[in-house]
């Protein structure tokens, strides 16, 4: 089921109303991720996020045989790696009459480009204790993340390997690294077996020796011919800034030929450094979680070649971290995420990614209108000058001129390199996306205001982002010219098939006020009422169909959850981002309707009803309380998924964003969390760009992503509480404001409640 299903099942109800089924303060400019796409087309594992187990794994033995195990998953060593910070170990006995078998998966994130590229496979490996070539184990390739079990069409699996073969008797105490050329591996299943799609590789009992046996495994990888040495210059410039819990660190070296990965040395007592972890090409920048205040730390930083032959360290940095006040985190916290946005963004649109790491030609829509408004803050908090804000929205609205439209509508997903649609979900989503359009020029009309300055590049802005405005022709979507309903989708090959009708309360708010704000291809304000608030028997099952509730089904609720009164909302309120996207510029002091007379106080009630649903915690997931709630949209360990404050869609997963775009509603309650996540999560949560996308305790699984939905409601909601800056600049175009005389009349006309 898609996104596209108007009356989904109960078990994934909220799916049709996501719009993405989608850190001193030194400023540096713009590093460009696109080397991750390459270097995950070859790295199958270098380090795991999680202390315990890797999470990509999985481990089970029978009989008498033995094979050590985490909850199911093979552990993780952190003395003994060739990348650090740490390794997978594998230690086994096999045994007569049983077996054992050692799962290793690709590290498994949204977008990830299929396919590997190189023609052997390669891994490293350690044993304390010599091994002979006997008794090392089998090894089968898997294109499927279930290893053993029977494949299914286009599942295949390999031949076993003699894994002795390709080691020869393993000395002790030496790091080997293993090549197994690809030509080697035939199928042996009953499909063809296409090692470039390998999902696992299963490492299995084959001798029975009866003795207990321990490797560890690193830098599993998929490449052509043998590194050779590389010769690199030291790293220069390097800088660190200490932070509440942590150190950034910051660099500059060239991303030369042959660049594997820079690796991060620290000392704390100033004498001995040791590696302590590794950035990929293309990210000049550290963050190393110290987990307290108060500590004194020195930093180096090498450039490796995948030879694992390093050039020399640079200048020594040191820094020390602090607590810091409460205004200071806030700052801390914006900045972060706003590198996602600066630093992240595609370098040839200055769009945002869907996801990082991803396929890093799909840039998204919506999340760039959401990632401008976080530009914005960024002039505002100086993390930019106001002249490299320009110049990026000046690549942004470049790009948007000359990409693909539909009547005006951009498409969700677009290629960065040539605005040409991408249709990730599918063949019918090959045209334009009417809310992921609303959330982009959401976006644009905050910049419009903000960039208002008298040179001739802002005057230029003002008037492009005026241009781009007008021509969506908005009451295109009604699909007929007297519909009550605004459409999600229109395509020139598939017209209106998707006819996903946008009922609300959800999420997409912004489409209707924006649609009935155009001055050239506008809608009646009635049609918020026809529509957007539909009291239509088929508005009726829709709401009721996505939410499995009565409550709201209507629009207006009027009841109460956990002794709290929710004005609007389907059930208790729905996924937070439904309080979040179409208010990060609509400022909801000024919004009410004949359903509520404050849609600020309303979103505060959605907000405490889901942080009260975290606290009673009905499910019992490890990790929820008064300091850990905000169940909304993120990654999850099975997929993209979107919770709510109900025991159906509850799968345990705690979203940093939830809470932290909440701060307008719930500043205290949202500031308790930041502090817990940061400072009690924040040694397998804090990266380059904040805080990661989600973690799931009861999973024991962290999410490897940051999303550009997610990240970005945080700088600017937090902006929104502490200044009201976007709020502001976006309420303050002239065409929001006739919207809104028009809605309140549209609204004089309804029936009283």
Request: overall charge negative; some cysteine.
């Amino acid at each position: 089921m898609n996104k596209f299903t108007i009356r989904p099942s109960r078990k994934t109800r909220f799916v049709p109303l996501l719009s993405c089924i989608a850190a001193a303060i030194l400023v540096m400019p713009p590093m460009h991720v696109g080397a991750q796409s390459d270097y995950y087309r070859h790295v199958i594992f270098d380090n795991s996020l999680n202390k315990d187990g890797y999470y990509f794994s999985h481990a089970q033995a029978n009989g008498p045989s033995f094979v050590e195990q985490q909850d199911g998953r093979l552990p993780v060593d952190a003395k003994t790696f060739r990348t650090p910070p740490n390794a997978i170990r594998i230690q086994w006995q096999s045994a007569p009459a049983g077996g054992w078998n050692a799962e290793i998966s690709v590290l498994d994130f949204r977008n990830r480009r299929p396919g590997l590229d190189g023609h052997n496979l390669y891994f490293s490996i350690y044993t304390p204790q010599p091994i002979a070539a006997a008794d090392m184990p089998l090894l089968v390739l898997s294109t499927s993340s279930e290893g053993l079990q029977v494949a299914e069409f286009p599942a295949s699996f390999s031949t076993p390997l003699n894994l002795g073969k390709y080691t020869g008797d393993i000395p002790a105490s030496r790091w080997i690294e293993v090549r197994i050329p690809l030509a080697d591996i035939q199928s042996a299943s009953i499909y063809n077996f296409r090692p470039e799609y390998t999902q696992s590789l299963i490492f299995y009992q084959n001798r029975a020796d009866n003795i207990r046996h321990t490797l560890i495994v690193d830098e599993i990888r998929v490449a052509d011919a043998s590194a050779t040495h590389s010769s690199f210059s030291a790293p220069k410039n390097l800088r660190a800034t200490g932070y509440d819990r942590h150190v950034e660190l910051e660099w500059t070296a060239p991303d030369s030929v042959g660049l594997a990965r820079y690796v991060i040395y620290r000392s704390e007592d100033g004498n001995k450094f040791t590696p302590i972890g590794t950035q990929i090409p293309g990210i000049h920048r550290y963050e190393d979680f110290l987990g307290k205040s108060g500590v004194n730390a020195r930093y180096k930083v090498a450039a490796a070649d995948w030879a694992y032959h390093e050039s020399p360290q640079s200048n020594e940095a040191a820094a020390a971290t602090r607590e810091l006040s409460d205004d200071e985190m806030l700052t801390m916290m914006q900045q972060a995420c706003f590198h996602y946005y600066w630093e992240g963004a595609d370098p040839h649109s200055g769009m945002t990614r869907e996801n990082i790491p991803g396929d890093e030609r799909i840039v998204a829509t919506g999340a760039s209108g959401m990632g401008i408004m976080s530009l914005i803050v960024g002039v505002d908090r100086k993390f930019i000058t106001r002249a490299e804000g320009v110049e990026r929205l000046t690549k942004i609205v470049d790009f948007l001129e000359h990409a693909q439209r539909y009547h005006g509508v951009w498409s969700h997903y677009m290629n960065g390199a040539t605005g040409k649609t991408m249709p990730v979900f599918g063949m019918y989503d090959n045209g334009g996306d009417l809310v992921e359009t609303s959330f982009l020029m959401q976006g644009l009309l905050a910049a419009r205001q903000y960039f208002h300055g008298s040179d001739s590049g802002e005057q230029s802005l003002y008037r492009r982002i005026t241009g781009l405005w007008e021509t969506v022709e908005w009451d295109w979507h009604r699909d007929k010219p007297d519909s009550d309903f605004l459409y999600w989708h229109w395509s020139p090959q598939w017209a209106f098939q998707i006819h996903h009708p946008l009922i609300g309360f959800n999420e997409t708010m912004m489409t209707y006020l924006l649609a009935i704000a155009s001055p050239t291809h506008g809608v009646p304000a009635s049609m918020y009422y026809s529509g957007w608030s539909s009291q239509a028997v088929m508005a009726q099952q829709y709401r009721q169909g996505w939410s499995g509730s009565t409550d709201g089904n209507h629009y207006g609720n009027g009841h109460t959850y956990y002794g709290i009164k929710l004005d609007v909302g389907v059930g208790p309120g729905g996924p937070l981002f439904f309080t979040h996207y179409s208010f990060m510029g609509l400022d909801p002091h000024s919004f009410h309707d004949r359903f509520t007379t404050s849609y600020f106080e309303n979103n505060r009630n959605i907000a405490r009803i889901n942080r009260a649903y975290s606290i009673a915690n009905p499910k019992h997931y490890a990790g929820y309380g008064p300091d850990a709630w905000g169940l909304t949209a993120s990654d999850g360990p099975h997929g993209y998924a979107a919770q709510a404050p109900d025991e159906a869609d509850d799968i345990g997963n705690i979203t940093p964003t939830g809470a932290l775009a909440s701060f307008p509603y719930t500043p205290e309650d949202s500031m308790a969390a930041l502090k817990h996540y940061y400072r009690d999560y924040g040694d397998t949560m804090w990266g380059v760009y904040g805080l990661r996308d989600a973690i799931n305790p009861s999973a024991n699984w962290i999410s490897p992503i940051y999303m550009g939905l997610n990240q970005a409601p945080i700088v600017v909601m937090i902006e929104n509480y502490r200044t009201g800056l976007v709020w502001k600049n976006f309420m303050a175009n002239p065409e929001i404001t006739t919207m809104l005389k028009n809605l309140n009349a549209a609204t004089a006309e309804q029936p009283h409640l």
